[in-house]
């Protein structure tokens, strides 16, 4: 019903930006809060950023003042700037929201993942 598709992804050298964005699709009263993840290997899931309703970003420590997460309500779309990448940012990126269907009724929703490579 409900469909997030990411974009963005790439190859960048370290120092590089990149912007991430996912676009939500069907059937959709509002969006509340979105964010980003990663999986490093090894490693449990990791909520990289976040942003609900109203504002009110929230980022991993090791993402702060690098990354910055932004939401254009009008076009259903979460955006992830990454400027000045490092080697260990490199992971397939997944971006998550809570939608809406009604006032009282909602799921939570997975994009398909995008790959981000920082390599030189």
């Known amino acids: 019903q409900v469909q997030l598709v990411e974009s963005g992804g790439g190859l960048v050298q370290p120092g590089g930006s990149l912007r991430l964005s996912c676009t939500a699709s069907g059937s959709i009263f509002s969006i509340g809060a979105m964010g980003w993840y990663r999986q490093p290997p090894g490693k449990q899931r990791e909520l990289v950023a976040t942003?609900?309703?109203?504002?009110?970003?929230d980022y991993v420590d090791s993402v702060k003042g690098r990354f910055t997460i932004s939401r254009d309500n009008a076009k259903n779309t979460v955006y992830l700037q990454m400027n000045s990448l490092k080697p260990e940012d490199t992971d397939v990126y997944y971006c998550?929201?809570?939608?809406?269907?009604?006032?009282?009724?909602?799921?939570?929703?997975w994009g398909q993942g995008t790959q981000v490579t920082v390599s030189s």
């Open positions: 942003v609900d309703n109203g504002g009110g970003p």
């Open positions: 998550n929201s809570r939608i809406y269907s009604s006032p009282t009724r909602w799921n939570d929703y």
